[in-house]
């Protein structure tokens, strides 16, 4: 992906503002400080300008231009490129080997002249990064005098230029124009898909992705565990699944009784009806709407795959299962194929881009234009949308462009697979969506016959702390609910989140606990729900044979007599699968500042808040920091007894915003 190319100029002053020692609401403060308060909010609405008019995704509103406070720091531009140096010499690496096997024509010394390149970029790096900014230390122990500030300022703008020129060479280097003929001397294989992974280590989700027990575990632990739902009382009209056909796969059980005892589960992909199959290198693609049935068997508690259905007409298409048969076999690997092919592009379009990314940045965007810098609110939430602006700008303009990373690898035009991922952004439920409302709505809550589902599990404990977090900071501010019906400000945002941010569901915000909701969801949705469909990219869909985002054949008509070979063409060219590492291994690898880590974005990156109120040793700040180092605990400790460990939800691994 490429972080070149704005929507528009950037705006702004380059030094983020910090909150007050004593934020108030504005029916609190004296006529002076509240047109203090209007002006100021004024101002930043002359820099947070909306636009709905993005080429790439058209009717999102998104920001016109990235202000310039919204720039990363030093600190996430170190850690971009040395992952993006590992990335850039695996890729050469594999690159190189390609030219020994007489598949690519580049002479050898090309990509060893980029090997040194990246020595040399990584050198420039270090030492761009080595000397801290000036700092003076005043009376107060941490203010900048004016003119410091100005040296600092242009020292950091001159450095973040250069390390921007660094990243954009090595995006050169990792382009795969000059890989097209990987592969093309001997058949495709599952041990060539590995090979790509050369410098870096293989995920171990290479070795068990043909497992059953594996697929089945990836709906809830895998990068989508947002879709999975309990049947109800009957299975879908066109899913005619026989008593015969179920009990085959799950011994010991019939259909009645664990459809009566709400043991079934299903995927159903209809959503990516909306996808118009796309070509590259003038291959077609190929992407289906299956539907996936899963059992809790009798007695057990996970899940087991029973059968799929590669797409919503059973007419055309018959129902695959599990079978001992030989002759079976490998329609059942196609069938898995096929939902995985759908899982990818509902994880990457709905679940990921549209459902954090671009909401946060309507409620990021209504946040910076509404509520000024000394209110509470503004001071709980800003820390959580460090980056978003950014890092979206350059999914817009390069990731889900024409001819970027989505356009290659996933399986629809790209002009279809924009239309999704704007539909899914604009019929998002805020409140349908809140983590307790949405897992009871599927069916998956933990009363379900579901008890093995680790994302839910996980996230339930992250979901309380940050509620018990936002209940004790927002009971420093307002004393009643009539606090919160009074601020005008509060208001006038809630307001332009559900309206000019299109946030559906989202308010009215009435009460105390209609803000603590609200506040919850905004953090939880930035920091731990986008950490929990971010982070599986590296260690599931970087292997692109275990999942990715278009089919290169067509799905079997028949489960009997397909082949191993027919099994692997469904699966996309070498050079694309390098791509998909690339990005992705870049996606799930940046964790920057944790869930609880509040602190200014300006060097030398001090504590956040300032209200000794919240910062106090008894203070909901600390209670909020203890809870997270329990929590981080007591699921190190789940990961210990789980079969298969889930460390997504983790907090210290948990970053505080959508930055990458």
Same mark, same amino acid.
């Given at each position: 992906?490429?972080?070149?190319?704005?929507?528009?100029?950037?705006?702004?002053?380059?030094?983020?503002?910090?909150?007050?020692?004593?934020?108030?609401?504005?029916?609190?403060?004296?006529?002076?400080?509240?047109?203090?308060?209007?002006?100021?909010?004024?101002?930043?609405?002359?820099?947070?300008?909306?636009?709905?008019?993005?080429?790439?995704?058209?009717?999102?509103?998104?920001?016109?231009?990235?202000?310039?406070?919204?720039?990363?720091?030093?600190?996430?531009?170190?850690?971009?490129?040395?992952?993006?140096?590992?990335?850039?010499?695996?890729?050469?690496?594999?690159?190189?080997?390609?030219?020994?096997?007489?598949?690519?024509? $580049?002479?050898?010394?090309?990509?060893?002249?980029?090997?040194?390149?990246?020595?040399?970029?990584?050198?420039?790096?270090?030492?761009?990064?080595?000397?801290?900014?000036?700092?003076? =230390?005043?009376?107060?122990?941490?203010?900048?005098?004016?003119?410091?500030?100005?040296?600092?300022?242009? !020292? +950091? !703008?001159?450095?973040?230029?250069?390390?921007?020129?660094?990243?954009?060479?090595?995006?050169?280097?990792?382009?795969?124009?000059?890989?097209?003929?990987?592969?093309?001397? *001997?058949?495709?294989?599952?041990?060539?898909? +590995?090979?790509?992974?050369? *410098?870096?280590?293989? #995920?171990?989700?290479?070795?068990?992705?043909?497992?059953?027990?594996?697929?089945?575990?990836?709906?809830? &632990?895998?990068?989508?565990?947002?879709?999975?739902?309990?049947?109800?009382?009957?299975?879908?009209?066109?899913?005619?699944?026989?008593?015969?056909?179920?009990?085959?796969?799950?011994?010991?059980?019939?259909?009645?009784?664990?459809?009566?005892?709400?043991?079934?589960?299903?995927?159903?992909?209809?959503?990516?009806?909306?996808?118009?199959?796309?070509?590259?290198?003038?291959?077609?693609?190929?992407?289906?709407?299956?539907?996936?049935?899963?059992?809790?068997?009798?007695?057990?508690?996970?899940?087991?795959?029973?059968?799929?259905?590669?797409?919503?007409?059973?007419?055309?298409?018959?129902?695959?299962?599990?079978?001992?048969?030989?002759?079976?076999?490998?329609?059942?690997?196609?069938?898995?194929?096929?939902?995985?092919?759908?899982?990818?592009?509902?994880?990457?379009?709905?679940?990921?881009?549209?459902?954090?990314?671009?909401?946060? !940045?309507?409620?990021?965007?209504?946040?910076?234009?509404?509520?000024?810098?000394?209110?509470?609110?503004?001071?709980?939430?800003?820390?959580?949308? =460090?980056?978003?602006?950014?890092?979206?700008?350059?999914?817009?303009?390069?990731?889900?462009?024409?001819?970027?990373?989505?356009?290659?690898?996933?399986?629809? *035009?790209?002009?279809?697979?924009?239309?999704?991922?704007?539909?899914? +952004?604009?019929?998002?439920?805020?409140?349908?969506?809140?983590?307790?409302?949405?897992?009871?709505?599927?069916?998956?809550?933990?009363?379900?016959?579901?008890?093995?589902?680790?994302?839910?599990?996980?996230?339930?404990?992250?979901?309380?702390?940050?509620?018990?977090?936002?209940?004790?900071?927002?009971?420093?501010?307002?004393?009643?609910?009539?606090?919160?019906?009074?601020?005008?400000?509060?208001?006038?945002?809630?307001?332009?989140?559900?309206?000019?941010?299109?946030?559906?569901?989202?308010?009215?915000?009435?009460?105390?606990?209609?803000?603590?909701?609200?506040?919850?969801?905004?953090?939880?949705?930035? $920091?731990?729900?986008?950490?929990?469909?971010?982070? #599986?990219?590296?260690?599931?869909?970087?292997?692109?044979?275990?999942? *990715?985002?278009?089919?290169? &054949?067509?799905?079997?008509?028949?489960?009997?007599? &397909?082949?191993?070979?027919?099994?692997?063409?469904?699966?996309?060219?070498?050079?694309?699968?390098?791509?998909?590492?690339?990005?992705? =291994?870049?996606?799930?690898?940046?964790?920057?500042?944790?869930?609880?880590?509040?602190?200014?974005?300006?060097?030398?990156?001090?504590?956040?808040?300032?209200?000794?109120?919240?910062?106090?040793?008894?203070?909901?700040?600390?209670?909020?920091?203890?809870?997270?180092?329990?929590?981080?605990?007591?699921?190190?400790?789940?990961?210990? !007894? +789980?079969?298969?460990?889930?460390?997504?939800?983790?907090?210290?691994?948990?970053?505080?915003?959508?930055?990458?």
């Amino acid at each position: 992906m490429s972080f070149q190319s704005p929507i528009a100029p950037r705006a702004g002053s380059l030094e983020a503002p910090v909150p007050p020692a004593e934020p108030t609401l504005p029916q609190q403060d004296t006529p002076a400080g509240q047109a203090a308060r209007a002006a100021q909010i004024a101002q930043s609405q002359t820099v947070y300008v909306w636009s709905d008019e993005v080429a790439t995704l058209p009717g999102v509103p998104l920001a016109a231009q990235v202000p310039l406070d919204n720039l990363p720091t030093l600190q996430w531009w170190g850690l971009l490129i040395g992952i993006s140096l590992k990335i850039v010499r695996n890729a050469l690496a594999v690159k190189l080997g390609g030219v020994d096997r007489g598949e690519l024509d $580049s002479p050898r010394a090309k990509f060893e002249a980029a090997l040194a390149e990246c020595d040399a970029i990584e050198a420039k790096v270090a030492a761009l990064l080595a000397a801290p900014p000036p700092v003076h =230390e005043s009376f107060l122990g941490h203010l900048v005098s004016d003119l410091e500030a100005a040296v600092a300022h242009a !020292e +950091r !703008e001159t450095k973040i230029a250069a390390l921007k020129a660094h990243k954009a060479r090595l995006e050169e280097l990792m382009r795969i124009e000059d890989a097209a003929g990987l592969g093309g001397s *001997t058949p495709p294989s599952l041990d060539a898909y +590995r090979a790509l992974f050369d *410098t870096l280590p293989l #995920p171990g989700i290479a070795w068990t992705f043909e497992d059953d027990g594996e697929f089945a575990a990836l709906r809830v &632990q895998g990068p989508n565990a947002m879709l999975i739902a309990a049947v109800g009382d009957a299975l879908p009209d066109n899913f005619p699944l026989t008593e015969a056909a179920y009990a085959a796969v799950v011994n010991g059980d019939t259909l009645a009784a664990a459809l009566a005892e709400g043991r079934l589960f299903m995927l159903d992909y209809a959503v990516l009806a909306a996808l118009d199959p796309g070509s590259w290198g003038g291959l077609a693609k190929y992407v289906w709407q299956p539907l996936a049935l899963f059992a809790v068997p009798p007695g057990g508690s996970s899940l087991v795959a029973v059968a799929i259905q590669c797409g919503q007409d059973p007419d055309e298409w018959p129902i695959f299962t599990p079978s001992v048969h030989a002759s079976e076999h490998w329609g059942w690997e196609m069938a898995k194929l096929v939902v995985q092919v759908a899982d990818g592009n509902y994880h990457e379009l709905v679940a990921h881009l549209a459902r954090t990314h671009l909401v946060i !940045e309507g409620v990021a965007m209504a946040t910076h234009r509404h509520l000024a810098t000394v209110h509470p609110v503004w001071a709980l939430l800003v820390p959580h949308f =460090e980056g978003t602006l950014f890092i979206n700008e350059a999914a817009a303009t390069s990731l889900i462009a024409p001819d970027g990373p989505i356009d290659h690898i996933f399986a629809g *035009t790209i002009h279809s697979t924009q239309e999704l991922a704007v539909a899914a +952004r604009l019929d998002f439920d805020f409140t349908a969506k809140m983590l307790p409302h949405d897992l009871a709505a599927r069916g998956v809550g933990p009363g379900s016959a579901l008890a093995d589902f680790p994302y839910r599990d996980d996230a339930l404990l992250v979901w309380g702390a940050i509620h018990d977090w936002v209940r004790g900071y927002v009971g420093l501010y307002y004393a009643s609910d009539a606090d919160v019906t009074g601020d005008s400000e509060l208001q006038a945002w809630a307001a332009c989140v559900a309206g000019d941010a299109k946030v559906k569901g989202f308010g009215p915000i009435a009460t105390r606990e209609s803000l603590i909701d609200a506040c919850t969801m905004i953090i939880f949705t930035a $920091s731990a729900q986008h950490a929990a469909v971010n982070f #599986p990219q590296k260690d599931i869909m970087a292997f692109a044979p275990a999942v *990715t985002g278009a089919g290169w &054949q067509s799905a079997p008509a028949t489960q009997s007599g &397909q082949d191993k070979p027919g099994w692997l063409a469904m699966m996309p060219p070498m050079a694309l699968a390098l791509e998909q590492l690339n990005v992705l =291994e870049l996606l799930g690898s940046l964790h920057y500042r944790p869930l609880g880590d509040y602190r200014s974005t300006n060097a030398p990156y001090g504590p956040w808040f300032a209200d000794p109120r919240v910062t106090a040793p008894e203070g909901p700040l600390a209670g909020f920091q203890a809870r997270l180092a329990s929590i981080d605990a007591q699921i190190a400790a789940r990961n210990a !007894e +789980r079969l298969r460990p889930y460390p997504y939800l983790q907090p210290s691994l948990i970053p505080s915003s959508i930055n990458i």
